[in-house]
T-cell receptor
Framework: GAGVSQSPSNKVTEKGKDVELRCDPI?????LYWYRQSLGQGLEFLIY????????KSGLPSDRFSAERTGGSVSTLTIQRTQQEDSAVYLC???????????FGPGTRLTVT | GQNIDQPTEMTATEGAIVQINCTYQ??????LFWYQQHAGEAPTFLSY????GLEEKGRFSSFLSRSKGYSYLLLKELQMKDSASYLC????????FGTGTKLQVIP
């Protein structure tokens, strides 16, 4: 079946511009996570959605970052006024629930010039 | 919060056995995951332990001791394709990933 998909796969943007990254989770998965991974570094948690509960935004690095999940399915991560330090791979994952294994999408490689 | 500690890098020989250790401190505990991540790719699930003891799955096994805040991933009959990063990820309210152990398998 279809896995987690993300778009775009690559995004190059100029400093100061806004970007939107999209994640389509596996159908039926109630949990959705966003992570950021810089080159050679570990996974940095950004935000977590679980069903209809309020999202856990504790990992968002600044108020320039926001995310929403519409209809319990597709999610969009928005970065406003991008900075060079935002350059990283942004990974989305979904799971059947909090205590279940996560399935990762291929990621969006963001480059801010 | 969570504190996760695993070695940064390890090297092992093809055909050998390697053990990757992870110690963690969490405010709550609801299980521990291990993930594999090849360079340039997304992580993939390897194992999940919620009770103490060893879980075996083919060449890979994972061990958990909740009282010690300790887990390890055991890889047997190493193959070149096992060269990857291995991420320890304890779960309390949500999963938190360690920085990973980069394993290099050499001939």
């Amino acid at each position: 079946g279809a896995g987690v998909s993300q778009s775009p796969s690559n995004k190059v943007t100029e400093k100061g511009k806004d970007v939107e990254l999209r994640c389509d989770p596996i159908s039926g998965h109630t949990a959705l996570y966003w992570y950021r991974q810089s080159l050679g570094q570990g996974l940095e948690f950004l935000i977590y959605f679980q069903g209809n509960s309020a999202p856990d935004k504790s990992g968002l690095p600044s108020d320039r970052f926001s995310a929403e999940r519409t209809g319990g399915s597709v999610s969009t991560l928005t970065i406003q006024r991008t900075q060079q330090e935002d350059s990283a791979v942004y990974l989305c994952a979904s799971s059947l629930g909090t205590g279940r294994e996560q399935y990762f999408g291929p990621g969006t490689r963001l480059t801010v010039t | 919060g969570q504190n996760i500690d695993q070695p940064t890098e390890m090297t092992a020989t093809e055909g050998a056995i390697v053990q990757i250790n992870c110690t963690y401190q969490t405010s709550g505990f609801n299980g521990l995951f291990w993930y594999q991540q090849h360079a340039g790719e997304a992580p993939t699930f390897l194992s999940y332990n919620v009770l103490d003891g060893l879980e075996e799955k083919g060449r890979f096994s994972s061990f958990l001791s909740r009282s010690k805040g300790y887990s390890y991933l055991l890889l047997k009959e190493l193959q070149m394709k096992d060269s990857a990063s291995y991420l320890c990820a304890p779960l309390d309210q949500k999963v938190t990933f360690g920085t990973g152990t980069k394993l290099q398998v050499i001939p």
